[in-house]
Nanobody, 125 residues
Framework: QVQLRESGGGLVQAGDSLRLSCAASGGTFSMFAMGWFRQAPGKEHDFVAHIHWSGGLTYYADSVKGRFTISRDNAKNTVTLQMNNLKPEDTAVYYC??????????????????WGQGTQVTVSS
């Protein structure tokens, strides 16, 4: 059973940056593709970013391309989401998720088997 724990959320102003981290335990981290999703109040989980098990391929939602960067460190069992130039519409609970190794970055929540508890990101205007 894989456990995921996010950290790094907070309250920031528009234009600021945040770095989210997700620590994994209970499994072989390099066996999993990893993704970040977010959920705003009253909405479903929206895809944010995905990274291949090796870190060699990444995918992003159009709304965050050029502003967010996903990366992973398989030696430290962590995946991070660097968020720059944050906007009020980025306000949401952010979740990291783990899926099978060769999961494609299609952004489908059902492709991921394990989820963290989430961390709140609030961007004020």
């Amino acid at each position: 059973q894989v456990q995921l724990r996010e950290s790094g959320g907070g309250l920031v102003q528009a234009g600021d940056s945040l770095r989210l981290s997700c620590a994994a335990s209970g499994g072989t981290f390099s066996m999993f593709a990893m993704g970040w999703f977010r959920q705003a109040p009253g909405k479903e989980h929206d895809f944010v970013a995905h990274i291949h098990w090796s870190g060699g391929l990444t995918y992003y939602a159009d709304s965050v391309k050029g502003r967010f960067t996903i990366s992973r460190d398989n030696a430290k069992n962590t995946v991070t989401l660097q968020m720059n130039n944050l906007k009020p519409e980025d306000t949401a609970v952010y979740y990291c998720a783990a899926g099978p190794r060769f999961t494609h970055g299609l952004g489908r929540p059902n492709d991921y088997d394990y989820w963290g508890q989430g961390t709140q990101v609030t961007v004020s205007s």
